[in-house]
């Protein structure tokens, strides 16, 4: 198994600025894709952005500008700056990873998902 454990949501004002941090850990042999989604009350998860072990990213729209994603691969981190906040930036946030790893003595490809991190934008 691959667990994903998340911090840094929070409460924020519009216009702050919140950091998120995701680790991985197990039996892992590498990372392809890091990323962040999120879920607003009502409305289906969407991804955020996303980061390959190469370091190519791709953003929601929505985010361009204000949002960047970085990663450590020696750590198997990854995280997500939030700047100029807005109320419609609140959900839940969602770390995911997809890679490899190992399972008794076979190497298979995994997904995995953190449990989530409520980020609240509101005055």
């Known amino acids: 198994q691959v667990q994903l454990v998340e911090s840094g949501g929070g409460l924020v004002q519009p216009g702050g600025s919140l950091r998120l941090s995701c680790a991985a850990s197990g039996s892992i042999l590498s990372i392809y894709v890091m990323g962040w989604y999120r879920q607003a009350p009502g409305k289906q998860r969407e991804l955020v952005a996303d980061?390959?072990?190469?370091?190519?990213?791709r953003y929601a729209d929505s985010v361009k500008g204000r949002f960047t994603i970085s990663r450590d691969n020696a750590k198997n981190t990854v995280y997500l700056q939030m700047n100029s906040l807005k109320p419609e930036d609140t959900a839940v946030y969602y770390c995911n990873a997809n890679g490899n790893m190992i399972l008794g003595s076979k190497r298979i490809d995994f997904v995995s998902w953190g449990q989530g991190t409520q980020v609240t934008v509101s005055s």
């Open positions: 980061i390959t072990s190469g370091g190519s990213t």
